[in-house]
């Protein structure tokens, strides 16, 4: 049985071999990235959509990709994964499933590729040259319309990834695109007053609570009672952590503790002090005469 399509987002870095981020199957979670590339592989024909984010991993802007680079071009699986001498297999795909592909590509990382033209296979080049000259369609073009145009839900899809409200983890591809001040009182569909809700959370709106959204992006519900709640959906591409420090032969942080004993001599075992009456004999234990009273328990 052939494998079917899943949706996929992966770092532009992973993808190129840089590092080994592991990449995101959104609703399910992380897959290493070995096994991303074979899936990207698999759905050579897939859909691509790319994120630009700047250092802090949050979304400057999105859009879709008609380039795609050869299968022959991405990086092959590790040696281990693979027969010696064998060349790397790529998975059959499924034309009827072909799932979706969200390349993550850090503005930093896409500047330096550009201007390097040996940094990247030649296939990788119209793709780079697209995302670089790729601005589509302005967001706010059209604020008096009921409903946002593809490349505004796309936007804001990315930016938000989940519901709005607090706590909330519905998918922001399978809620409302919700106005932040209604479209019936004057709100206009722009970037700056839309945002994911699902079906039951968009519904508290009508039942008492209130929505701000004082920076794009940034959420404020507020109950019935008085109480607010600050939501924010973490970034698209967050900064990987920091290199764990590697030990050196004379760093002392890292040293053992036991090499600086004396091995040599006898073996000394610590005893607590005693006194003098624990030389003395202790009473017997009670016989057990008492067998049919309950435990003390």
Not at 124 to 142: F, M, Q, Y
Not at 200 to 223: A, C, M, N, Y
Request: aromatic share 4%; with cysteine; net charge negative.
């Amino acid at each position: 049985m052939r494998r079917r399509g899943v949706h996929l987002q992966i770092s532009l870095a992973t993808l190129l071999g840089l590092d080994d981020r592991p990449a995101e199957l959104p609703t399910l979670g992380p897959i290493p990235a070995s096994r991303a590339r074979d899936l990207i592989r698999a759905q050579h024909r897939a859909p691509w959509r790319f994120a630009l984010t700047d250092t802090d991993g949050r979304l400057l802007r999105a859009g879709t990709l008609r380039r795609r680079p050869t299968a022959e071009d991405l990086p092959p699986p590790p040696p281990s994964e693979t027969s010696p001498g064998a060349a790397s297999p790529v998975p059959p795909t499924d034309p009827a499933a072909p799932g979706l592909v969200d390349l993550l590509v850090d503005a930093a990382l896409l500047r330096n590729l550009t201007t390097d033209p040996t940094a990247v296979p030649p296939s990788w080049r119209p793709v780079l040259d697209e995302i670089t000259n790729s601005h589509g369609r302005p967001l706010d073009d059209a604020p008096t319309d009921r409903f946002p145009h593809a490349a505004l839900r796309r936007h804001v899809e990315f930016r938000d990834r989940i519901c709005t409200f607090t706590g909330c983890l519905a998918p922001a591809h399978h809620t409302d695109l919700d106005h932040t001040r209604d479209h019936a009182h004057g709100g206009p569909t722009t970037a700056d007053d839309l945002g994911p809700a699902c079906r039951h959370d968009h519904g508290l709106k009508q039942r008492g609570w209130t929505l701000t959204q004082p920076e794009p992006g940034i959420f404020v519900w507020r109950s019935p009672l008085g109480r607010e709640y600050r939501t924010r959906s973490d970034p698209l591409l967050p900064p990987p952590p920091p290199p764990l420090p590697v030990a050196e032969d004379d760093d002392p942080c890292c040293a053992d503790p036991l090499d600086d004993l004396d091995r040599s001599g006898p073996l000394i075992v610590w005893r607590p002090a005693t006194d003098d009456h624990d030389d003395e004999p202790r009473p017997p234990p009670h016989p057990a005469t008492d067998l049919d009273e309950p435990p003390p328990f």
